[in-house]
């Protein structure tokens, strides 16, 4: 009780502060809103997908995985931790929206990234083409194309026009094994059916975040292009063709 009362405390000072801070989480630095609800969050010290991303970093050793894509990245945490955390070859980190994009390259500037992950300012679909995503400006990681798809309803405060590509005609490789991360507030199905290809050609581990309206849909097309699934770590499951 004491405990849940000071994190309490602890996340309505930080909320006091009106800019962002630069500051060491995780070993790493971050330039964080105390605003934003993820930031917050990390500011405090409260867990936020800890053991997710402690079993990717397994994953990419077990599995001797030589290229992450990070899908939906936010701010980049998952972009920063694991090659820091591991020795991945290639990480490609994609976030559609501008101002976020930015905080996600400052991130990994601060930690001497740059030229290690490659950032790409758009959203994966089905088909290459504009749209508008919704965006919450008290937490950016529940941006949206299709708030309609998501679990929960929210008040978006802003509309901000995007770029979206099939990663199949954006990033075409072959042969290679690869951990995605795909967090796109359930937008997850047309994502993966804009890289068809993709999965079919490279050996690959999945954490996609779950809890959607469409989350049947995604696990029947995983099934059918070979996917099993492995586990679930709170709300994201884990998906596999490498082995059997």
């Known amino acids: 009780m004491r405990k849940n009362i000071l994190l309490s405390l602890v996340k309505r000072f930080y909320r006091l502060r009106k800019t962002p801070i630069v500051c060491r989480r995780r070993g790493c630095l971050l330039l964080l809103n105390p605003k934003d609800w993820i930031d917050n969050r990390l500011l405090s010290g409260i867990d936020f997908e800890n053991r997710q991303i402690e079993r990717c970093a397994e994953l990419i050793k077990e599995n001797n995985l030589n290229c992450f894509l990070d899908i939906g990245a936010n701010i980049g945490l998952y972009s920063v931790l694991l090659p820091t955390l591991t020795d991945i070859d290639a990480v490609h980190s994609f976030e559609p929206v501008k101002s976020t994009f930015i905080r996600l390259n400052t991130n990994l500037l601060l930690n001497g990234l740059e030229n290690r992950v490659q950032c790409h300012n758009i959203a994966l679909g089905e088909m290459n083409e504009t749209a508008q995503i919704h965006i919450d400006r008290n937490s950016t990681g529940v941006s949206a194309i299709d708030p309609e798809l998501c679990a929960r309803s ?8 995007i770029e979206i ?7 075409p490789m072959k042969g290679e094994r690869i951990l995605a991360k795909i967090d796109v507030e359930g937008y997850t199905l047309n994502t993966l059916l804009g890289m068809k290809a993709f999965l079919q050609n490279n050996e690959m581990v999945l954490q996609i975040e779950m809890g959607n309206k469409n989350d049947d849909e995604v696990k029947s097309f995983l099934n059918d292009s070979g996917y099993r699934l492995l586990n679930y770590i709170e709300g994201d499951a884990y998906f596999s063709n490498i082995g059997g």
């Open 165 to 171: 590509a099939r990663l199949d005609d954006f990033l």
């Open 154 to 161: 929210r008040q978006y405060s802003n509309i901000e026009t």
